[in-house]
T-cell receptor, first 113, second 109 residues
Framework: DAGVIQSPRHEVTEMGQEVTLRCKPI?????LFWYRQTMMRGLELLIY????????DSGMPEDRFSAKMPNASFSTLKIQPSEPRDSAVYFC???????????FGPGTRLLVL | EDQVTQSPEALRLQEGESSSLNCSYT??????LFWYRQDPGKGPEFLFT???AGEEKEKERLKATLTKKESFLHITAPKPEDSATYLC??????????FGAGTRLTVKP
């Protein structure tokens, strides 16, 4: 298996622009997680899905953030409009069951100017 | 407040110098404690999962232990390739997940 795949790996955009991050989980994993990592706040859980359904989005910082999972092999995290404080590394992870190991993707490094 | 605290923030060791990293937590309803290794520019890589106090797991030079309040990651005779940031994460209550800030380990040859 190729592991969790994220794209793009790097994104540089200007404040106010829409940003879409993409994730392909490991096949057969029922859970998908989106995280954000910064030096100040460490790794924070934003939202997670079970069988394509959002279960807990309490970590989503603002209404500017939205996430979707239209099918078992694809998820997006969208920021609209983006702000400089959104600059961070965004990770996607997947796991077969909720209490089992989460496997992380390589991350998307986002810089908002 | 639910918290996960890792110490020390940074640790520098000579090759072969054994040591331990600490992860203390104040959460209710622990469901699992996870240790990850993260290399610069990469995503966290799974090391261990511990589910109950008294549990221990080993992998090569690493050994993880768990009590009711904390977990230790023991590194025996580390090598330079063990240099990385080590993260612990706690899953609790209704599947809430919280990560510690990590310990940045540097092993000098």
């Amino acid at each position: 298996d190729a592991g969790v795949i994220q794209s793009p790996r790097h994104e540089v955009t200007e404040m106010g622009q829409e940003v879409t991050l993409r994730c392909k989980p490991i096949s057969g994993h029922d859970y998908l997680f989106w995280y954000r990592q910064t030096m100040m706040r460490g790794l924070e859980l934003l939202i997670y899905f079970n069988n394509n359904v959002p279960i807990d989005d309490s970590g989503m910082p603002e209404d500017r953030f939205s996430a979707k999972m239209p099918n078992a092999s694809f998820s997006t995290l969208k920021i609209q409009p983006s702000e400089p404080r959104d600059s961070a590394v965004y990770f996607c992870a997947s796991s077969p069951r909720i209490s089992e190991t989460q496997y992380f993707g390589p991350g998307t490094r986002l810089l908002v100017l | 407040e639910d918290q996960v605290t890792q110490s020390p923030e940074a640790l520098r060791l000579q090759e072969g110098e054994s040591s331990s990293l600490n992860c203390s937590y104040t959460v209710s309803g622990l469901r699992g404690l996870f240790w990850y290794r993260q290399d610069p520019g990469k995503g966290p890589e799974f090391l261990f999962t511990l589910y109950s106090a008294g549990e221990e797991k080993e992998k090569e030079r690493l050994k993880a232990t768990l009590t009711k309040k904390e977990s230790f990651l023991h590194i025996t005779a580390p090598k330079p390739e063990d240099s990385a940031t080590y993260l612990c994460a706690v899953q609790y209550n209704n599947n809430d997940m919280r990560f510690g800030a990590g310990t940045r380990l540097t092993v000098k040859p």
